[in-house]
C-alpha cells in the first residue's frame, strides 16, 4: 500500500489570503498529526487526531489555524488569513496506536510560501 | 511535564571522527524513546527505538534513566550521516518530538 500522502506539494499564496492542505494517511491507521516545520527550525507540533476523540489543538499557533478530519481518513489543515510567518513546510504522520510503539509514518510535506 | 530537549542545533564533524547527538527527556514513569532522522530530500522516518535496543547504520542509542538521557552515538560518521535527527519520547498519547539537530559530516 501507498504511504501517507499529501497535496498539494509546493503551494505559493498571497498574504490574506486562505489556504487548505490535504492529507491523506495510511489505511488503518487512527492516529494523525499535523507538524510545521519552518526552514532551519525543528518540528513544530500542531494538532493531532486519534480515532473519534476530541483532537489535540493544544500546538495550534492561531485561531487563523484549523484542522478537520473525516472519520479516519483525509484531514485538511486551513489556515485563514495567510501571514507571511506562516511559511513553511507542513508535514503529516499517521500511525497506528499499538504494540508498534507509535511509529508515525509521515508524508512528504506541502511546502507553502506566503507572499 | 513532558519535555524532549536536543541542546544541539548543528553539530558538526569530519569523517571518521564519532558523534553523539544529545537528548534529555522530562517524563514521569517509564520513558518510551526514539530516533527520527531526515535525509535531505525524504521524509522523514523512524531510525530506531530504544525498547529493540538494536543498531541501525551504525548508530545506537542507551536510555539512561539516571540522567535521563538517550543520546545517540556513532563510532565512526559518514558522509551520508549528514541529516537532521529529532529525538522523541512517547508522552500521555502521542509523541513528543524534540527540535531537532542537524549533523553535517564532511569529508
Known amino acids: 500500500g501507498a504511504g501517507v500522502s499529501q497535496s498539494p506539494s509546493n503551494k505559493v499564496t498571497e498574504k490574506g489570503k486562505d489556504v487548505e492542505l490535504r492529507c491523506d494517511p495510511i489505511s488503518g491507521h487512527t492516529a494523525l498529526y499535523w507538524y510545521r516545520q519552518r526552514l532551519g527550525q525543528g518540528l513544530e507540533f500542531l494538532i493531532y487526531f486519534q480515532g473519534n476523540s476530541a483532537p489535540d489543538k493544544s500546538g495550534l499557533p492561531s485561531d487563523r489555524f484549523s484542522a478537520e478530519r473525516t472519520g479516519e481518513s483525509v484531514s485538511t489543515l486551513t489556515i485563514q488569513r495567510t501571514q507571511q510567518e506562516d511559511s513553511a513546510v507542513y508535514l503529516c504522520?499517521?500511525?497506528?496506536?499499538?504494540?508498534?510503539?507509535?511509529?508515525?509514518?509521515f508524508g512528504p510535506g506541502t511546502r507553502l510560501t506566503v507572499t | 511535564a513532558q519535555r524532549v530537549t536536543q541542546p544541539e542545533k548543528l553539530l558538526s564533524v569530519f569523517k571518521g571522527a564519532p558523534v553523539e547527538l544529545k537528548c534529555n527527556y522530562s517524563y514521569s514513569g517509564s520513558p518510551e524513546l526514539f530516533w527520527y532522522v531526515q535525509y535531505s530530500r525524504q521524509r522523514l522516518q523512524l531510525l530506531l527505538r530504544h525498547i529493540s535496543r538494536e543498531s541501525i547504520k551504525g548508530f545506537t542509542a542507551d536510555l539512561n534513566k539516571g540522567e535521563t538521557s538517550f543520546h545517540l552515538k556513532k563510532p565512526f560518521a559518514q558522509e551520508e550521516d549528514s541529516a537532521m535527527y529529532y529525538c522523541?519520547?512517547?508522552?500521555?498519547?502521542?509523541?513528543?518530538f524534540g527540535t531537532g539537530t542537524r549533523l553535517q559530516v564532511f569529508p
Open positions: 522523541a519520547l512517547l508522552g500521555t498519547d502521542k509523541l513528543i
Open positions: 504522520a499517521s500511525s497506528f496506536p499499538g504494540l508498534a510503539g507509535y511509529e508515525q509514518y
